[in-house]
């Protein structure tokens, strides 16, 4: 229930000519908001109202939003944390946009789970008009006083918005807390990890705030520094048990130590303080398959099909992973049925080509040789122009393993190795790799194929480096675009192409075809590992050349 209007008005909030989103199940409840909003100034002509999650995404594709007012339970179809996830997840909102959820779920689940998306305020119902302003005007305020930051941002402008960090650190006292959070997500953004980790040294020193002591343990994550990383974690998660990031990073420090039961346990937890993410019980449910633990890889993978069901997080990963644990309990008819729910809710030839593979593999293990091996054939030819480089990891994985049990080694071994090339220092990859060659019987081959691969990768990636150093230019370009032809996912190689470019501008002068290739190299770089303490470096040198 919300109150009806009363006469408070907050002085600094001004609504007039904004475009405003309510949405809410309940007429009643639409438009009691709505006249609370049109006391504040708003336009009725600028005022959007639905009832359902997907009349608030199909308008938040056509709107640019200024303020979002949205209920938490919208009845059948999305809710309004699917609504928030959708809306970030495509851009829909830029971060400008004012959001609160509104809600009278006062679960610690329902509350828990509707925070992870980060809107500007969740209000329990009842709502009085009085607090409502009051939120919408605080909201407003810090929306203003970052608006340039925000800017910046969006232009992907990183270095402005971290010297407007530090003009506001000097003069905005109020705000002085969200700006270093702000200052040292662009540094960790950027790849400046020394820089972030001095500051949030320096901010800890004086305050142990649990968010910087997190975003520590990103950085400390990001250098390998795992041990570091995992301290920090524990140390949050015993002062602050419910804060969920700490839980997920935690679970991620411990599988990089190779410590699957302990990550395991983590996400356990996680997932009981905050059930209702589809990422963290995928995550949960493919930890639990690993260890052999099957009924909870099962219930997690399961739980996470419901989740995505009207999420844009829905994944063929959450149905595989499904298929994989009803396999390993030798429940081949329920893959089947599985698989074919996924195929019904999820299309595209990735999918296609996905399911396939795990169809193949049901059939083999059933000992239906010539079904698998139909399904093989039918997979190689649905390969886009035979280029195993058009495929993502997971696919490869998938398809390699059923081409091998299939008996079409060499193409089998040509994905995986066009794999480990795109990712020679990927420790979790090349056990993937090493466990599929197991599973056929060839794990002394598969080792050694894939240290001689990664060793030929390593030896390729710095060709062009080396070359430069030597002064040979002209070879240092050619070696790299070879490099990036062959292995166009590697992070390493881009940022060497880059690194050549520029070596080779500086040398013989700028050309607009050079500039434009080493910026799109970087972009790919960046795309595929955010962060990289290089792109920010090597961007820097480029834009100063042009």
């Known amino acids: 229930m919300i109150t009806s209007p009363t006469n408070f008005s907050p002085v600094s909030l001004n609504l007039?000519?904004?475009?405003?989103?309510?949405v809410d199940d309940y007429q009643e409840m639409r438009t009691i908001l709505r006249d609370i909003l049109r006391?504040?100034?708003?336009?009725?002509?600028?005022?959007?109202?639905v009832a359902t999650g997907e009349e608030a995404i199909a308008i938040l594709r056509k709107v640019q939003f200024d303020v979002v007012l949205c209920d938490l339970v919208l009845g059948t179809g999305k809710n309004g944390q699917q609504v928030l996830e959708e809306a970030k997840y495509h851009s829909l909102i830029s971060p400008s946009c004012l959001w609160v959820m509104i809600s009278a779920e006062k679960a610690a689940e329902a509350v828990t789970g509707a925070a992870e998306f980060q809107p500007d305020a969740y209000l329990i119902k009842p709502v009085t008009e009085t607090n409502l302003c009051i939120r919408l005007e605080k909201i407003c305020l810090k929306k203003k006083a970052f608006a340039e930051i925000h800017q910046a941002i969006k232009r992907s402008d990183y270095g402005e918005a971290l010297s407007l960090c530090d003009q506001k650190l000097v003069s905005d006292k109020a705000n002085t807390a969200d700006l270093l959070r702000t200052k040292c997500n662009l540094l960790g953004m950027t790849g400046e990890l020394d820089r972030a980790q001095s500051l949030?040294?320096?901010i800890l020193s004086k305050r142990e705030l649990p968010w910087a002591k997190v975003a520590l343990a990103r950085i400390f994550l990001k250098k390998n520094e795992l041990n570091q990383a995992k301290m920090l974690l524990e140390e949050t998660i015993e002062i602050n048990p419910a804060y969920i990031e700490a839980h997920d990073l935690l679970a991620q420090s411990l599988q990089a130590m190779d410590d699957l039961e302990g990550a395991n346990d983590v996400l356990e937890r996680a997932a009981k303080l905050s059930p209702n993410s589809v990422i963290r019980q995928q995550n949960l449910g493919s930890l639990s398959l690993k260890l052999g633990k099957l009924e909870n890889a099962e219930r997690a993978f399961r739980k996470s099909i419901a989740l995505g069901e009207n999420s844009a997080l829905?994944?063929?990963d959450n149905y595989l992973g499904l298929v994989k644990v009803c396999n390993a309990k030798n429940n081949s008819d329920e893959a089947l049925r599985v698989l074919g729910q996924l195929t019904k809710n999820l299309n595209g030839d990735d999918v296609r080509r996905r399911s396939l593979a795990a169809a193949g593999l049901i059939h083999h293990q059933r000992g239906d040789v010539e079904k698998a091996a139909q399904l093989a054939l039918e997979l190689d030819q649905s390969l886009p122009n035979q280029d195993e480089r058009a495929l993502s990891s997971e696919e490869s994985l998938e398809v390699a393993h059923l081409l091998l049990v299939a008996g079409d080694k060499e193409k089998a071994i040509r994905l995986l190795q066009s794999e480990i090339k795109n990712n020679p220092e990927n420790p979790a990859l090349h056990k993937d790799v090493s466990n599929i060659f197991e599973q056929v019987g060839m794990q002394e081959e598969g080792s050694q194929l894939i240290e001689a691969t990664r060793q030929e990768a390593m030896l390729v990636m710095n060709r062009g480096v080396l070359l430069v150093s030597k002064g040979e230019y002209e070879?240092?370009?050619?070696?790299?675009?070879?490099?990036?032809?062959?292995?166009?996912?590697?992070?390493?190689?881009?940022?060497?192409?880059a690194h050549v470019i520029i070596a080779y501008i500086q040398k013989n002068g700028a050309a607009p075809d050079l500039v434009e290739e080493a910026r799109n190299s970087l972009m790919a770089a960046n795309e595929l590992s955010p962060g990289e303490p290089r792109f920010k470096r090597l961007l820097a040198s480029l834009n100063e050349l042009v």
């Open 314 to 316: 829905k994944k063929a």
């Open 39 to 49: 006391n504040l100034g708003a336009d009725v002509k600028r005022m959007h109202m």
């Open 16 to 22: 007039s000519g904004k475009n405003i989103l309510i």
């Open 475 to 497: 070879e240092a370009l050619c070696a790299m675009r070879e490099a990036r032809a062959a292995m166009p996912s590697n992070v390493r190689v881009l940022l060497n192409l």
């Open 200 to 202: 949030l040294e320096e």
